[in-house]
Structures are given as C-alpha cells and as structure tokens.
Nanobody, 124 residues
Framework: QLQLVESGGGLVQPGGSLRLSCAAS????????IGWFRQAPGKEREGVSAIGSSSGKINYADSVKGRFTISRDNAKNTVYLQMNSLKPEDTAVYYCAADPWADGGLGAWEYEYWGQGTQVTVSS
C-alpha cells in the first residue's frame, strides 16, 4: 500500500528557504501525479503545486509562482518542493498527495493518497 511521508518543514525567517521532501513507499512515484497542498489554521486546504507523471505538466498557485519549485527524483522515489523567498503567509501544514489521474491538478479532491503533513512556520 502506498505511503507518503513529508519532511523538511521547520521554522524559517521571512525571505528564507526550505526544501520539503515527499518520500513514497509501497509504490513507484514515477507512475503517479503528485501535488503539494497546504492548510493554515482556520483556512481551507489549498493546492500549492503539482506535477504530472506522464505529461510532465507542472502547475503552481499564483501565490507561489516564481518562489516555489516542484521536482521529482525517480531514483529516490521522492518529490521535492523548493520554497524560496518565504513569507509569513506561507505558514501552514504542508501535505503531499498522489493520484494516478490528477495530471497536475491543484484540487484536493483530485488526489486519493495523502501524507501526514509537515509544519512550515515563517516568522522573525
């Protein structure tokens, strides 16, 4: 059974960087579409970035374009989210999700498998 584990979260000052990792076990990630989502307290879960497996399609939310980069390392069965120029409004729990049919979609309903999340806090 597919399991996703996020890591790399933490506390960072505004303007700083973090790289989140989403490691998979039980299935080969290269066959799956992967999305990164975040949820801040009192807010709905929102799509941040996604990458399609076969199409290679990549999407970003407008709020992170130019600052975040999604990538995948198939040899390590891992997907990354490089986050630069972080802002306090990026503070949230970040989740990775996987699905065979999402194809770069940023809707949470498009993904079947979810990790437990990793906290990212941007504060001085």
């Amino acid at each position: 059974q597919l399991q996703l584990v996020e890591s790399g979260g933490g506390l960072v000052q505004p303007g700083g960087s973090l790289r989140l990792s989403c490691a998979a076990s039980g299935f080969t990630l290269s066959y799956l579409d992967i999305g990164w989502f975040r949820q801040a307290p009192g807010k709905e879960r929102e799509g941040v970035s996604a990458i399609g497996s076969s199409s290679g399609k990549i999407n970003y939310a407008d709020s992170v374009k130019g600052r975040f980069t999604i990538s995948r390392d198939n040899a390590k069965n891992t997907v990354y989210l490089q986050m630069n120029s972080l802002k306090p409004e990026d503070t949230a729990v970040y989740y990775c999700a996987a699905d065979p049919w999402a194809d770069g979609g940023l809707g949470a309903w498009e993904y079947e498998y979810w990790g437990q999340g990793t906290q990212v806090t941007v504060s001085s």
